[in-house]
Nanobody, 123 residues
Framework: EVQLVESGGGLVQAGGSLRLSCAAS????????IAWFRQAPGKEREAISC????????YYLDSVKGRFTILTDYAKNTVHLQMNSLKPEDTAVYYC????????????????WGQGTRVTVSS
């Protein structure tokens, strides 16, 4: 059974940092692209970062480039999203998801999703 479990969300002041984690199981981790999406109230789910070992590299949404970093711990089948210089507009529920080999910015192309972790950035 494929499982993706997010953790690390919370409340932080603008300019602060959070580190999200996505623990994956039930599939061959090295063969999957792992992505982070987020969804703010009243908005569509958007791709913010993705990493795929040896296939499509890494991807970042323009608005998070230079502030967010996606990291993979292959020993623990875990992907982290280090978020620095957080802004109120980063407030959303963050989701971890995966698909075979290649990253995509389209949520509809991902079959497996975590339950989400809420990030709130206060001004």
């Amino acid at each position: 059974e494929v499982q993706l479990v997010e953790s690390g969300g919370g409340l932080v002041q603008a300019g602060g940092s959070l580190r999200l984690s996505c623990a994956a199981s039930g599939f061959t981790f090295d063969e999957y692209a792992i992505a982070w999406f987020r969804q703010a109230p009243g908005k569509e789910r958007e791709a913010i970062s993705c990493i795929a070992k040896g296939y499509s590299g890494t991807y970042y949404l323009d608005s998070v480039k230079g502030r967010f970093t996606i990291l993979t711990d292959y020993a623990k089948n875990t992907v982290h999203l280090q978020m620095n210089s957080l802004k109120p507009e980063d407030t959303a529920v963050y989701y971890c998801t995966g698909r075979y080999r290649r990253c995509s910015a389209y949520a509809s192309l991902y079959k497996y999703w975590g339950q989400g972790t809420r990030v709130t950035v206060s001004s």
